[in-house]
């Protein structure tokens, strides 16, 4: 017999008293409707209403940048965002940057060659807010503090950043960003 | 034979994974129905608990269950102290929740459970205690005085205090033609993990099993901690250290309270609880690391030969002392450094203060004694007149003096101070050229001339790695994939361990580096072995890998000979395949390990060869011959006999700001010496991460506390961690000295590019202003205001 179980006629609450809206959004080319607490960060919807877990938490106060998404084409901190305000958007996400058929994109695969993470944690907001910068049309400076700049919204505690600024510049460059 | 694996600068087998968002951290497990757990911490650095009144926050909406003290039954008692030492009188660990005393801001009280964390978080603001605060003291030189307000009810603050001797120093101090005193401060930091602390927990009530995902660095350590305080069968227990973002030391330490604590409403509650720390907490609530006060003496001849060192010093604790005085014990014996100094007079008070405890940061105490040592080097070298770069020249160990032994001195895993092996003359050498040091003074007066402020930084580290007591390895290689599945006990944080140990493996059994697939931090799945602390997975479990796959290696080549009829000096193995070397004949290592395992059933094709049926099965007696094991599968342990020390050299050339009083960097060099490294890239990135860290500690971070003991800088928007613009480029240059004590030669590295950088810049600060100021820079982190100060204070 065990010896701990849990007690019983436990009476467990299925939801709080928390208001609730439906909200509908677009993320990765998939239309999403939930019925949320109007108090959930964007992060937390991403991640445990949607199912998609590579968007990070690091901080939950907008300094560490690996909870990045793009929010209609911009990279926002998705901790700081309200998913309410995120209504009728069109959301980009970690798992959308991949080729649909699996592949490493120029960028991600970009990061392996140059070592360009360790633990893994901040890579996906680093990674979406370069995405960012890459989609904006604007010319990059391609020199090592121009990418300083670049990824200056994102903490990594991992890799001293230098093989980061390897990466961005080899992806830049092969994708004619330069 | 394929090309060798170890030495290649493969890429990471795990990054796809990871790049794609696919990784598993533990809040990305899914758990249907967790429950979210959040805590009632303490407000003051110091008081009594007069009242705790938690009814409010029992009955709000969506909460489940409320713990104080007192609902905790026998888990109310204080927490192991994970490594005792002789030297500590009544050493004090916390218990899960508070009981009449909080000790420290941050300091859990109660655990509220609720359906999701909002809500736990409003119920924690419902909760009402009535505390009377107490008088504290932070500093610790006047924290360790006789009659400073006391942390715990003992006579004074003093939590451990502890001497060791090498050689004969009293006589040495005698004979000494001159003496060089300082004192150098280094301050308290955190380490930051970007994914803050984590557990959560399932428990199966109907088999008894309890299952914890924490993310942790010691799964092995959390289990033998669980079933001690539970009082269950270590097989009733699994936890798993899943991904896990970073740990640099924080995540070694447990059990914190969550960890006992969410098993334990797991398994009141019958549904899995989840605790994800967040930012702030882990600034207030997970161990911290760092402030140390040294006051060193070095006694030398007027030739600059060092002869003796004293070093007395004060090693802030925290309020508790739960992982004993490791890190003041590797301070204090790694305090000589790289230099021969033959006699050794150390000693330490470890003291308690009311703040977060103590427990390793990467370096753990070796940042510190480095930063002791190579100021007063620096110092000696000013008071004798002469380089900073001759007086080490003078000093260090020389080739053929190793193994070096500080007679006397225990290391942190209770065995002798051996210095095993190194180059450091060369190294320094090395760093003389590539830095420019003898064209650098010229350099220097032409920038003064300019009004500039232009100096030149160095410093000296060793760091023992490796530490025992073992770690295994297990492999088996799959009969139906033919992949290779490795195990060992410790788990990683982002390291790297998925590919080096890989790396290791496929040169033994010739197979694919990414057809080798490692599962490790899970106690279900390999059950012997420690953590990932001390630089030591490489070496510990690295080597006990590579001892099993020449085991596992011998199995294949035995039974592929016999499948192909050759003998086994004639197999090789190479693409995943034994082959008969100068023929065509080969067989898939796949085939060999299913035609490994007698069979019943032929499920595919590989195994209607091997059943019991088939023509070359043995039809006589059993298909296992006594001691036979089916399949290709061993387990091996590496266990060292000392640790095995790595070492290496930093140069910089900084110039200071006048108006800003920024330090920015013109040129950065390590050289670094780790032994035979497996990954030259895997190398260059630890070293990489631990050198801004380690400039994060020298320029930015420290953690702040008012006269009342709170902190003042817990958020990521205080506490300054460098972003990508604030790291300098380092140009790094390898020197391999293989290990003399373990089979592959190597030496652990995830500390290394930390421990040196504190002096190196305070070096090259005092040398840019030392034509302006006779302030010395003796205290990390350096802020724009310290050189400010200096640089208005000028020369006296």
């Known amino acids: 017999m065990n010896k701990y179980r849990p007690n019983i006629a ?47 938490v690091g901080c939950e106060h907008g300094v560490c940048g ?52 360790q633990c893994g944690y901040c890579t996906p907001g680093m990674i979406m807010n370069i995405r960012s910068h890459f989609d904006s049309g604007e010319k990059l400076d391609l020199s090592d503090d121009g990418i300083r700049e670049m990824i200056s919204g994102s903490l990594c505690r991992c890799t001293g950043y230098a093989n980061i600024i390897k990466a961005v510049r080899q992806a830049a460059l092969q994708l004619g960003k330069g | ?42 407000p003051y650095a110091r008081a009594k608990i007069l009242e705790v009144d938690v009814s409010e926050a029992r009955d709000l909406d969506g909460i489940v269950a409320v713990y104080t003290c007192d609902d905790i039954g026998h888990l109310d008692q204080e927490l192991p102290l994970l490594i005792p030492h002789d030297c500590m009188t009544d050493p004090r660990t916390a218990r899960p929740l508070a009981r009449d005393d909080v000790y420290y801001v941050g300091q859990p009280v109660v655990m509220i459970v609720a359906i999701d964390r909002y809500v736990a978080e409003d119920a924690v603001q419902l909760v009402d205690i009535d505390y009377d605060p107490l008088e504290v003291e932070m500093d610790i030189e006047e924290a360790v005085k ?67 995902w924490d993310g942790t660095q010691a799964p092995l350590g959390v289990r033998g901690g669980l079933a001690s305080l539970f009082e269950l069968d270590e097989d009733k227990v699994r936890v798993i250290a899943p991904d896990v973002g970073g740990g640099f030391g924080q995540k070694i330490m447990f059990p914190h309270s969550d960890e006992v604590l969410v098993p334990l409403a797991a398994m009141t509650l019958g549904r899995p609880v989840k605790f994800i720390e967040d930012r702030r907490e882990n600034f207030i609530g997970s161990n911290q690391e760092r402030t140390q006060i040294h006051h060193m003496e070095l006694y030398a001849k007027k030739t600059g030969e060092i002869i003796a060192l004293r070093d007395n010093f004060l090693h802030d604790t925290g309020a508790f002392i739960p992982y004993g005085i490791a890190v003041a014990q590797v301070a204090s014996t790694s305090i000589a450094g790289p230099y021969r100094i033959p006699n050794i007079e150390v000693s330490f008070k470890a003291v308690y203060t009311p703040a977060v405890p103590v427990t390793p940061y990467r370096g753990c105490g070796r940042p510190h004694a480095c930063f ?41 895993d209770g065995l002798k101070v051996i210095q095993d092996s190194g180059q450091y003359l060369k190294a320094l050498e090395m760093v003389r050229t590539e830095i420019g040091w003898d064209d650098f003074e010229a350099k220097q007066k032409i920038a ?12 000296f580290y060793v760091e023992g790695t490796g530490l025992g007591p073992y770690e295994g390895g297990h492999i088996k290689i799959h009969p139906i994939t033919g992949k290779v599945y490795v195990n060992t006990g410790l788990t990683g944080q982002g390291q790297g361990h998925e590919t080096v140990f890989a790396q290791i ?3 033994q059994l010739g197979v694919a580096v990414k057809d080798v697939i490692l599962v490790e931090g899970d106690t279900g799945t390999f059950e012997w072995g420690v953590a990932t602390f001390a630089s030591r997975a490489a070496v510990c479990s690295g080597n006990a890998i590579h001892k099993t796959a020449i085991k596992v290696r011998k199995k294949v080549i035995e039974a592929a000979a016999n499948m192909m009829e050759a003998d086994i000096s004639q197999v090789d193995l190479e693409d995943g395949h034994a082959f008969v070397k100068g023929t065509n004949r080969k067989v898939a290592l796949s085939t060999v390990a299913t035609a490994s395992n007698p069979l019943r059933y032929a499920f595919n094709e590989a195994a209607k060869a091997a059943t019991q049926f088939a023509p070359a099965s043995r039809h006589d007696g059993p298909a296992l011959f006594e001691g036979q094991h089916p399949g290709l599968e061993d387990t091996d342990f590496f266990s060292p006999e000392c640790a095995t020390w790595a070492y290496g050299v930093h140069a910089a050339i900084v110039e200071i700001d006048p108006i800003t009083c920024q330090v920015n960097f013109h040129k950065y060099v390590t050289i670094h010496d780790c032994g035979n490294m497996i990954n030259p890239t895997i190398v260059e990135g630890q070293v990489l991460g631990g050198f801004a860290q380690g400039i994060a500690g020298a320029l930015y971070e420290h953690i702040d506390f008012d006269e009342d003991g709170n902190p003042t800088n817990a958020s990521f928007v205080d506490f300054l961690i460098p972003y990508a613009t604030e790291i300098p480029s380092l140009e790094i240059h390898h020197l391999q000295t293989p290990a003399p004590g373990n089979p592959l030669g190597i030496k ?12 190196t810049v305070a070096s090259g600060i005092e040398d840019a202003l030392k034509h302006v100021t006779d302030r010395t820079f003796r205290h990390v982190p350096i802020t724009p205001s310290m050189i400010q100060e200096a640089i208005v204070l000028g020369s006296t």
């Open chain 2, 372 to 412: 002791a040592i190579e100021r007063a080097v620096d110092q000696l070298a000013d008071d004798l007149g002469m380089d900073r770069m001759e007086i080490r020249r003078i000093n260090l160990i020389s080739d053929d003096e190793f193994p070096y032994e500080r007679d006397g001195l225990i290391f942190a």
């Open chain 2, 1 to 42: 034979m394929s090309t060798r694996q170890f030495g290649e600068r493969v890429t990471r087998n795990n990054d796809p994974q990871l790049l794609k968002g696919e990784g598993s951290f533990t809040d990305d497990i899914p758990l249907p129905g967790a429950l979210h757990a959040a805590f009632v911490r303490s």
């Open chain 2, 748 to 759: 652990g590295v995830g500390e290394a590019g930390c421990i040196a950088v504190g002096t």
């Open chain 1, 66 to 117: 690996a909870c990045t998404v793009l929010l209609n084409g911009c990279s926002v901190r998705s901790c700081l965002t309200f998913a309410v305000q995120a209504d009728g958007a069109e959301l980009r996400t970690i798992e959308s940057e991949a080729n649909p058929n699996g592949e490493l994109s120029v960028l991600q695969q970009a990061f392996a060659d140059c070592h360009g993470l």
């Open chain 2, 146 to 212: 006789d009659g400073a307000p006391l942390v715990h009810h003992h006579p004074n603050n003093i939590a451990a205090d502890f001497t060791q001797i090498s050689g004969d120093p009293e006589t040495a101090f005698a004979e000494a033609e001159h003496v060089t005193r300082i004192t150098v401060q280094v301050d308290r930091s955190t380490a930051s993990p970007m994914e803050a602390r984590t557990v959560a927990a399932h428990f199966d009530h109907i088999s008894g099993q309890l299952t914890v």
């Open chain 2, 505 to 507: 493996v496929s040169d």
């Open chain 1, 10 to 56: 436990l009476v467990i609450p299925d939801k709080s008293d928390d208001p609730t809206k439906s909200i509908t959004m677009r993320i990765n080319e998939q239309d999403i409707t939930r019925t949320v607490s109007t108090r959930m960060h964007l992060a937390d919807f991403i991640r445990h209403e949607v199912g998609l877990t590579g968007t990070h």
């Open chain 2, 448 to 459: 003064q001339s300019e009004g500039r402020y232009l100096g030149i930084g160095l410093g």
